[in-house]
DNA sequence: CGCCGGATTGATCAGTTTCAAGGCATGTGG
DNA sequence: CCACATGCCTTGAAACTGATCAATCCGGCG
């Protein structure tokens, strides 16, 4: 609501060649590695829009640094959060001509980019990269059968629980997790309000499940129980 | 829970080949017409589980008739439906080896069927059958993504309005729908108990939004109210 | 140092769930 | 053919979870 968003460029300014360069086991790397498939690095300021819902999809985008939302919103501003973009995932492959959820920077972040036609073209060619780019879909598909599960269903204290051992898995380095988003971005990605996340984790804090180190700065102290109350 | 569940054979019988039949507008079609894809038909009776969770994914189905429900179980027996197959959908389709969801007759339902190997060795060697599974893949998600917005940010009126909307639209005949499940299918489809539907289908029968003809017959008689309180 | 946005915590409120009772339709067996 | 059992649906009342409203608190930054 009060994002001070500034407008991308139409055509983002090419920074330099990225491809052939992504390790065997970065599943972009199928791609960028293509003939006639150009990366291009830009980057967006925290709050940034880097694309809207219902826009035509014209790129195809891989975090490199930073973290990135993807939401829907109802005509009231209640809001969704779809996903969370992490260094290395990749957002924007909407089959279909236009973005069905908007994206936006979190954080200052630098992203990979390829032109979906050229993406596109190299499926039409290379049954190798068509089956990768069903294989991104499909591992998006998978995310959000179980977060159905877990706004359908599931309690505020197991949906907190989820979300932590989630953001461990995904961000996690030398035991400690620095969340890049607000307690409010977590509630939109959850299905709660700000207080009901911020009530739960100071719950888990004290039952000693977890530590902070600062607000967005927590260790987890037994994984196992919060894998319990998962659920 | 009370599900008089006919185990269903490991491979089922073959009734007779459908291959290259399928109108030009069916999306299945592009699969089925394939050379080396053999299309069998294949019926469970109602309550009867096509697969399980976690099973591996051996076929691909599309419903001929009846109706199918897939959902995610919490141990303690929470359900969060994902999606209802009527006549002419696909499902079954996870890449990945096993299934991710159950998947279970509403009613009598006749489907028909592919072996999962012999698509994946088709979209191997025709880059329209790797493209149309793709297709069918980002379907599910974007379905997925409107339905996380439901669970995740709609009130219970607005969620059973939406549902009213999308199965008018999908299985209405002659200006009247009629349901193939019940209200707790409803309700773990929505993320609500079965009352809450209940009431809030009185509720809309109260306003002269819709007429009961029985509890699973419904003409919708304002569909642009039910539409403006979607949200 | 003081401002400001984000986070926490408290008190109350509301929507949905839970528990409970009863109605209605269907089908089955006497 | 009727009586009754059964499953599904509706409706009511009470309980509860999470939302809302409101008041600090805290940390970073100008």
Redo the contacts with the bound molecule.
Sequence with gaps: M?TQTIPSPAVPAAKGFSASRAPATDPFGVVTRCAGVIATEFSYRKEEEIYGEGEPSEYVYQVIRGAVRTYKLLNDGRRQIGAFLLSGDVFGLDPGSTHRLTAEAITDTTVRLVKRRSLEAAAGSDVRVAHQLWTMTAGDLRHAEDHMLLLGR??????VATFLLEMDRRLAKAGMMA?P????DI?DYL?????????A??QL?DEGILV?S???QIVLRNRQRLADMDA
């Design positions: 009060l599931k309690t505020a204290l197991e949906r969340l988003m607000c307690r409010r509630g299905g709660l309000t700000l207080e009901t996340v911020s009530r984790l100071s804090s902070f600062s607000a967005r």
